[in-house]
Nanobody, 127 residues
Framework: QVQLVESGGGFAQPGGSLRLSCVAS????????VAWFRQAPGKEREFVGA?????????HYADSVKGRFAISRDNAKNTVTLQMDRLNPEDTALYFC???????????????????WGQGTRVTVSS
């Protein structure tokens, strides 16, 4: 069982930055693939990015955030961070951290592949 807690959401102006953190419980966290998803008002939840576990530590991003957002992972602290730069109003959403094991590459962007979810942290980008 893994419990995930996100933090770091808030307000930012267009062009600004925010840093989200996802802290997990569990001694085998390093084995998990961890992803960030987001859900904007009135829209479906969408994939933002992910980092694979078990030593792979490969990173995958949605095209909409590639080059602006970066995921980092600290297994010693059971923490995955989402650094968000050059924010724009379209990044406004509730951001979720999710984790799962045994996720194959072709499923890494699918929310159904992840068994564990945090409660979400809200990000608002507005001038």
């Amino acid at each position: 069982q893994v419990q995930l807690v996100e933090s770091g959401g808030g307000f930012a102006q267009p062009g600004g930055s925010l840093r989200l953190s996802c802290v997990a419980s569990g001694r085998t966290f390093r084995q998990y693939t961890v992803a960030w998803f987001r859900q904007a008002p009135g829209k479906e939840r969408e994939f933002v990015g992910a980092v694979r576990g078990s030593g792979g530590n490969t990173y995958h991003y949605a095209d909409s955030v590639k080059g602006r957002f970066a995921i980092s992972r600290d297994n010693a602290k059971n923490t995955v961070t989402l650094q968000m730069d050059r924010l724009n109003p379209e990044d406004t959403a509730l951001y979720f951290c999710a984790a799962g094991q045994g996720i194959i590459l072709s499923n890494i962007r699918s929310e159904t592949a992840y068994a564990y979810w945090g409660q979400g942290t809200r990000v608002t980008v507005s001038s």
